[in-house]
Each structure stands twice: as C-alpha cells, then as structure tokens.
C-alpha cells in the first residue's frame, strides 16, 4: 500500500511549467498526370524540408494553430503550395497531383477543423484514443468522458447521449453504417467494439441537433474515418486484457492501399474482481481489413471487412453481497450450478465505388451486407440466504451472516438463438460551387431476422413456488388444498420470420456567405424513410416518415474568436425488430417510429490561456418526444413494450472546457446536467431509465518536466445514480428509487521509449521502431462499488423485496506494451 500511495501522489502531483513544440503532421504521395508516383519532390516549410521517394510518399512535421505554408516543387513539374492550419498532434494527409504544362492552383487554403467547429462536431485523436486508460479502451471510453454521454457500466461499449437509450445512436465507418449485437444483456458478454482503434484516422462525434445527411435516430452520431494509408507501417499493442496488431501499405505505383488489423480481448482480468467467483473462459476475437484501389484519379473502390467470432463460457460459484446500513447490516449469500455458453459470430462486408466527375461534383455508391448468428443457452440455479450480518467487532465471526431472513432458490433457463441478414445499397452525391453545397442519398435495406426466444424463470422462496403476478387465484392452505397448476414466475417462448424493408433518402443545401461584417453558415435539409414490416404470421404494415432539420451558424467580427449555433429540426427513428418485439417475443408489425423535437443552441470560444490554445463549449438543448416505446433496461439489455403508449421530455446543458492544461497535451473538464421523464398511459411523468441527472468528467494528461518521457493520463468520471428498475412485471412508477452515484477512476502511467520527437540512429536497437511505449494501469483506483442493477430478494418474513445491488468491478492492475513500425 505504501508504494500505491507514493505512485498515486506522483501520478497526481505532475504539474509542469515544461514547453515543448506544438506540432503536427503532413503526409501523402504526390503523384503525376498518369498517377504515377514522382521521386525527389523537394516539400518544404519554413526552411526546413523533406523529398518524395520512390513511391512519391513523404512527411513533414509543421507547426501546430496556425496558419503554415508548405511548398511542393520539382525540377519537371510546376510547383504547389498548400496552406493549412492543423490543430496539435493532428495527422494530415494531402495528396497532390503535379502538372508539367499547366499552372498550378497559386494557393490551396485548408483549415481541417473549421467546417466541423460550425457543424457542432467534436473531433478526437486517435492517439488519444489509444491511450487513455480504461476498462473498454477505446472510441467509446473516451466519448464517456464527453458531457452529455453517458454510462455506468465501464464493461460495455454502449452509450447513452441526452436521456435516449443505447438504441438510439448511429455509428458509422467511412460512411457505412455498421450494428451492434442484438442479445446481448450484459457488458461482460460484449467483447470487442466494432471501431478498431489501431485502424482509425478521424473520429467526429454528434450529440443531436445533426444535419440530413446523417440517418434515423433519436440522439447521436459516431462518425469513423479509417486510414488510407501512404507508406508502410506495422503496429503491436499488447496487455493483460488481450492484443491487438495491425499492418498498413501501400503499391509499387501506389494504386492500391490496405490496412488490416487483429484483435483478441479477454476479460476474465476484470470479471475475477467482482463480487460473484466464477470460472469464466471467454473467447473474444476479430479482424477487419479496409483497402482502396485507386483505377484512376477519377475512380476509386474500397472494401471495408470484418469479422468477429466472441464465445462466452461462463460457470458461476458463489456470491456475497453486504448492504444496508451500519446499525442493520444485511448480507445475501448465494451458491450456484450451472453454466452459460454465449456465442456471436459477425460477418460485415462493404464496397464503397468514389467517383469524382469533376471539381464540383462527386458522387458515391455503397453496397454492405452484415450477417450476425447468436445464440445465448443457460441452465443457472441460484440457491441463496438473506440474513442479518454480525456487527460486533472482536467477534470470531464478524462479518458472518447470524441467521437467515430469507431462504430460497432462482433458476432461470433459456435457449435464444438469432440469424440476422441485413443488406444496404446506397448512392451519395455533394455538389460544390462556390460557397454552396448540395447533398443527397437515397438507400435501400433489407433486413432478414429469424429468432427463437425460450426463457423461463422459477423462483422458490423459503419451499413455496412464486407465482407471476397478475394472475388471481384463491390460496388458503392449508385449510384447503391448493389445485391450481405449477407456473414459472416468468415464461417467455416464441418464433419469429421478419422482413423489414426500408426506403430512405436526404437532400440538403448548405451554403457560406455574410451578414455585414460577420461570416454565417446554413444548412437546411429534409430525410424521408419508408419502411414495411412482413413475415410469418405477421399482417403486413407500410408507414413513412419525414424529418425537416437546419443549422445556422455565425462568426461575429469580434475582437474574441466565438461562434454561435442555433440547430434542430424533426427527428425520426423507425423500429428496428428490437422494438418490434414485446415482453413476450411476440412482434408488433404496427409500432410506430418515436419522434423528437430537437432545438440545441451552442457557442463556441476559441481563446488563450497561458499563451496556450483552449476552447469553451456550452450547448443547451431541449428534446420534446412523441410516440414513444417504454422499456425496461437491464445492465445492457433493453426490453421494449412495443408499444407507443408513452410521451417524454428532456433538456440540459453540457460544457466542456478542453485544450493545453500542460504544454503540449490536450486534457479537458466536462459538466452535464440532464432531467429526462417519460409519461405512460396518462399516468403522470417520472424519471426515464437513462435520467442521468448530474456529470463531471476529467481527461488529463501530463508528463514529468524533468523526465518527459514518463507520462501520465488520468480518466475520472462521476455520475450520479440512474433509477434502479424494477422487479419483472413490477409497475415502474412503484419502483423510483435510484442506484448510488457512479464514481471511477482511471490511472495509466506510461514510459516512451522512441516515438516522433524521440527517434535513435542506425544501428540502434530502438532506430526500427516509429513508437515503443511501456506502461501499467490501475482501473478504478479508489476501488469503488458502482453498482448497475438490482437483484431483487423476497423477504420471507416481511414479504419484501429488497433490491440488491449488482455492483461492477473493483480495482485491477494491468501491464501494457505498444509498439509502432
């Protein structure tokens, strides 16, 4: 403990006054008129510069928040300029084509973040990405960290944005939608994400109030670039959770580019340090390949793959849980038998043809099919005893339960299986002239789901079966014997055949102009979506949606650099089969889409601190829902009434404070407040499942003055409690109580070994490595008991039904080691 407390005190004590350069990076392959590689292109910036090799491939390192002038010239061919603007550790590709007849283009002006700054889009790095610390790293950790995003489950990738569910968010790759898996109930049971951090370029977030283009959900949008590759490049990361690997390059003429990447995660390290002792062997593994061919400057094909094979074999033992209080203690202990055996196996492929008819018009055509097999079989007997806990310090069996309140037993049952067959065909075009956009797509789905839900709970409280509620009959043992037959307390069985095709399509106009001395952007689109349900034993049903959004945004010609924006619209999400099906498997084909109105009004304030860049950003938003689903959610899984019974609200406001806190790092503050209620049947508004009132996130990273190649990152979040749920079949306005506060925090401290600023000569044993950086984790470094949901025990005496709490991992070590080529 003395040396955790003297890690803890430096890790946390790192402040520094150390400059070094802000800095980012230029790279790409300059080519000719027949798109052939040029050799000895001399690039150059500020008096210092680089050449092109062989394969017309190069990199410079520029000055990062401000405006740079690099220039490309060559004794054959005319010159190039390129003026960019680049926030600090950004990569940036620019791929010039050299003409020997013709004048060049005098200047190319680029600023990569300011058409995203307008839009409302957050961009984060991908080396941030790779590491901040925690549970789940990945894109998705780093989002939690964001204001208005939310999650108290740090063994899942799912995400909660502005009270809508995990349902609700769009996640696309290079402009391909991708999915989720569809049983899965628990965060243990997820494994990896679909995002590939080793493969990323560009990540930009939305959290509402986003234009046309994007599709038909409720809250968010996850936008992936992965990289195209310029040259060749290998990576290796690997810890005590799993191991990753990626490779990139690139052809001789540099027509054909590809990275592929493999994964493979395991999360006994994490499980093992929960309450429940199990033998838990899961199996956790995928790859994915993303690669261009360039046929000509005009035309390019690029195939995005993946595949992703996850089992879950997991043997419960046993179980305490203490709650309560100091002067009533209360312990429920529980053994069991049997097992569960998970598998998911995702097969995702796409083709993406780019054709670039000219300088103004681009048009796009996408065909993806995504295949998921599930199924999810368990035989679990929970046998357990709920008693009153010995209090008395100095007693030979303190901490040990005296005697039982409540005995009894729980066995649950299922044999779930799913075959789903999605398939996409899509075309997008951009039209530029001038300062006016124009954006369109139409796309076709075809969604094929075939599913067998069995599950069946029996529970057994102190010898007397439970019955499930609702259900009257006369029991008046043992004066007279009771004839009734035996029931589970819940059953659950049905099959189902469903074909959902859909129709949908944007348009949108988004222009650039003044308004006296202040620049001002707009954005005005509309998206329809036609969709139909049919099947086995399934009337079928045809509804269509529209959703009108705009955005307008404006630079006032201050003296202080602000943007303001004013965004939102009517905002659309047709069921998906999950929302099709109700409590009892069986598929409502007559659910409507639930709809939003969205208003988000947000500023942005670019300034100095310490001589050292930072940005404001407030949004306040207001979500007024209609035709909504009700569900319950348990840990990850969502149960839907599939119904649109309800009508729902919710407004907030986010501020997140980011920029150089330490010279040369980017860290940021995060505040949320969210009130989200729902209205069921008339009966009055209360708390939703994902009414995350209050948040404060902190993503720190710093480094030693005197050492700065030991490096520390920190990922704190605190969150205050959701409501807790709710027993099966329970009414949910009876069952308002909320869980405890989320509280976690997580530690990495990280030794560089080589990387950009530190490379080493030729016949150094680290001159082949880009990156090599070791380093140790702590997660939840306070070990605090979060908790996720109630189990809910019956008191045989009282007949209550206590809600235990569920509480997620305690405080884990890990070692990791990266290394880039």
Known sequence: MKELRYLLVVAFGLITNFMIAQTATVRGVILDENN??????????NAEGTQSNSNGFYELTVDADKQVTVVFSHLSHKNVTVTLTLSNGEDFEFNPVMNTQVDQIGEVVISTNRRKRIEGITTISPKTIRLIPGANAGVENLLKSLPGVSSNNELSTQYSVRGGNYDENLVYVNEIEVYRPFLIRSGQQEGLSFVNTDLVQNVDFSAGGFQAKYGDKLSSVLDITYKRPVGFGASIDASLLGASASIEGVSANGKLSGIAGVRYRDNSLLVNSKETETNFRPTFIDAQTFFTYKFSSKFHLDFLGNISLNKYDYVPLTRQTNFGTLQDPIALLVAYQGREIDEYH?????????????????????????HTTEQEH????????????????????????????????????????????????????????????????????????????????????????????????????????????????????????????????????????????????????????????????????????????????????????????????????????????????VVQPNVKAQQSIHVVLANDYSFKLWNRPFKLTTEAYYKKLTDVNPYTLENVRIRYRARNNAEAYAYGLDLRLNGEFVPGTESWVSFGYLKTEENIDNRGYIARPTDQRLKFAVLWQDYVPRIPNLKMYLNMVYNTGLPGGSPSYADPYLFQRRLPDYKRADLGILYVLADQKRQHPKGHWLHKFKELNLGVEIFNIFDVQNSITNTWVRDVYTKRQFGIPNFMTGRVFNVKLGMRF
């Open 36 to 45: 052939s590689p040029i050799e000895g292109v001399n690039i150059v910036y």
């Open 346 to 370: 995702t097969y995702f492929g796409a083709l993406k043809a780019n054709y670039f008819v000219n300088d103004n018009l681009t048009l796009k055509f996408i065909g993806s099919t995504y």
């Open 378 to 585: 368990f035989d679990i007997l929970a046998q357990y005893r709920l008693g009153e806990v010995n209090s008395n310090i100095g007693d030979e069996d303190f901490g040990e339960v005296d005697f039982s309140e409540g005995i009894g037993s729980q066995l649950t049952h299922a044999r779930n299986d799913l075959d789903a067959l999605i398939i996409n065909a899509e075309h997008r075009g951009t039209y530029e002239k001038e300062d006016v956009q124009i954006d369109w797509g139409i796309k076709y789905t075809r969604e094929d789901i075939r599913d067998r839900i069995v599950e069946w709970e029996v529970i057994d409280s102190a010898g007397f079966s439970i019955r499930p509620p609702g259900n009257e009959f006369i029991n008046d043992q043992p004066y007279s014997p009771f004839e009734g037959p035996l029931e589970a307390f819940q059953s659950v069985r049905a099959t189902n055949k469903v074909v959902i095709d859909r129709i949908s399509g944007y348009a949108q106009w988004s222009k650039r102009s003044f308004w006296g001395e202040h620049e001002i952007w707009m954005n005005a689109g509309v998206r329809a979506h036609n969709w139909s349900v049919s099947g086995e034993d399934i009337e079928s049903t045809t509804q269509t949606v529209f959703s009108p959004r705009a955005q307008f945004s404006i630079k006032p010609d201050w003296e202080k650099d602000m943007v303001f924006r004013l965004s939102g619209g009517l905002y659309h999400q047709p069921p998906f089969y999950r929302e099709l099906r109700d409590s009892m498997g």
